[in-house]
């Protein structure tokens, strides 16, 4: 099956410790993208990676941190510097640029801080 | 900052009618699309229309945009119950940071069986 998985689906953490997310697609894409969705706001773009070795900030960058060493591979870390981590996080991937491509999105990974 | 805005934030119909959704934006747009959401999973993409086409059609679906007023709709016909979810648009922009997507927040439809 081709598709992008997102481990685990939920995952729990005290405060002060950081979290790295994983999110793995086998489409052969291109560009990856990490989302954050609470409720009532819809989707914000966190970092986006257009190609291996290269990623940029999205709107909402601070306390978190990316890496995309593999084509297939885009995990993210949320870190102790961000103030309220408990969210919904989506990955997603696209051929190529959004201005020609749809996105294709992971089921998500649920995290909840205390 | 979020280009879209969906109208209605919610919506309840009865199976099998229609349902309308719109969606307004402020910055001229390379295209749109519309993706659908259900509780708790990812989101699926349902159309992309580009900023030189008024209409398209998928199955229920149909899209208008009228990039004059910047704004968009999604028609679903014959509504059912599968449908209830959550519909979000999103828009990617004419020049600049083409390269990403730019999300409302979203309509939560419900569809009554």
């Known amino acids: 099956d081709g598709g992008i998985t997102q481990s685990p689906k939920y995952l729990f953490r005290k405060e002060g410790q950081n979290v790295t997310l994983s999110c793995e697609q086998n489409l052969n894409h291109d560009a990856m993208y990490w989302y954050r969705q609470d409720p009532g706001q819809g989707l914000r773009l966190i970092y986006y990676?257009?190609?291996?070795?290269?990623?940029q900030k999205g709107d909402i960058a601070e306390g978190y941190s990316v890496s995309r060493e593999k084509k297939e591979s885009f995990p993210l870390t949320v870190t102790s510097a961000q103030k309220n981590p408990t969210a919904f996080y989506l990955c997603a991937s696209t051929p190529g640029k959004p201005s020609n491509y749809e996105q294709y999105f992971g089921p998500g990974t649920r995290l909840t801080v205390t | 900052s979020q280009q879209g805005e969906e109208d209605p934030q919610a919506l309840s119909i009865q199976e099998g009618e229609n349902a309308t959704m719109n969606c307004s934006y402020k910055t001229s747009i390379n295209n749109l699309q519309w993706y659908r959401q259900n509780s708790g999973r990812g989101l699926v993409h349902l159309i992309l229309i580009r900023s030189n086409e008024r209409e398209k059609h998928s199955g229920r679906l149909r899209v208008t945009l009228d990039t004059s007023k910047k704004s968009s709709s999604l028609l679903i016909t014959a509504s059912r119950a599968a449908d209830t979810a959550s519909y979000f648009c999103?828009?990617?922009?004419?020049?600049?940071?083409?390269?990403?997507?730019?999300f409302g927040k979203g309509i939560t439809l419900s569809v009554r069986p």
């Open positions: 990676s257009q190609i291996v070795n290269d990623f």
């Open positions: 999103a828009t990617v922009p004419l020049t600049g940071a083409n390269s990403k997507l730019t």
